[in-house]
């Protein structure tokens, strides 16, 4: 089944002990991105990534780190979690569609199920 | 400063009612996208708008593309109890900065009554 993985769903953790959300696909997707959704905020992108060693900064990358080594993976790292990072996370992929300079809009993302973070 | 402005944030109507969502921005847009989500779920995709003006029509649902593809609309008709969720516009900008960035707007929850 085609699909976004994302680990762990749920997670408690305190203030500065660092983390990692795991995303994994399996449709051979190029394009990848982390988002946060917050209440009145809609989603906000934190990182994407177009390719492999290919990263770049959403609206919102600050107090997060990502890796793109390989294809399928795209995880999400806080080094020093902080309270304002409590929100839920979804990871997302695509194939990769450039025309006139923009992101296609045939490109359609594929969510992952989300992770609920609390940092305390 | 939210650059995709989605009207109303929150939507409570009876079933068989009407209702139409916004979705409005100062900047241009390549294409917009509207997903629908789930609780404890990601967001799906509903459809995809690429050309100004353009109108598609999914079953109950007609999603339209402003003429200067900087603004959106969600029309349900006899709206369903099965239609309950969040609604999500999202656009790409335009620009080769902006490659890759995929806006949201705030989501629009929607409650349909029996």
């Known amino acids: 089944e085609a699909q976004v993985t994302q680990n762990p769903r749920y997670l408690i953790t305190v203030t500065g002990k660092k983390l990692t959300v795991t995303c994994s696909q399996n449709?051979?997707?190029?394009?990848m991105s982390w988002y946060r959704q917050d209440p009145g905020l809609g989603l906000r992108q934190i990182y994407y990534s177009m390719n492999v060693e290919v990263t770049d900064k959403g609206d919102v990358p600050e107090g997060y780190k990502v890796s793109r080594k390989e294809k399928r993976n795209f995880p999400l790292i806080l080094e020093s979690p902080s309270p304002n990072q409590t929100s839920l996370y979804f990871c997302?992929?695509?194939?990769?569609?450039?025309?006139?300079?923009?992101?296609?809009?045939?490109?359609?993302?594929?969510f992952g199920a989300g992770s609920r973070l609390t940092v305390l | 400063t939210q650059l995709l402005e989605q009207s109303p944030q929150f939507l409570s109507i009876q079933e068989g009612e009407n209702l139409t969502v916004y979705c409005n921005s100062s900047?241009?847009?390549?294409?917009l996208q509207w997903y629908r989500q789930e609780p404890g779920e990601g967001p799906v995709l509903l459809v995809t708008?690429?050309?100004?003006?353009e109108v598609k029509k999914l079953k109950r649902l007609t999603f339209q593309f402003g003429d200067a593809r900087k603004d959106s609309s969600l029309h349900i008709t006899a709206a369903q109890p099965g239609d309950t969720g969040l609604y999500l516009c999202a656009g790409y900008l335009t620009g080769s900065g902006n490659t890759g960035k995929l806006i949201f707007g705030q989501g629009t929850t929607l409650q349909v009554k029996p």
């Open positions: 449709m051979n997707h190029e394009y």
């Open positions: 900047s241009v847009f390549s294409s």
């Open positions: 997302a992929s695509s194939l990769y569609r450039i025309k006139n300079r923009s992101l296609s809009g045939a490109n359609v993302l594929t």
């Open positions: 708008v690429v050309t100004g003006g």
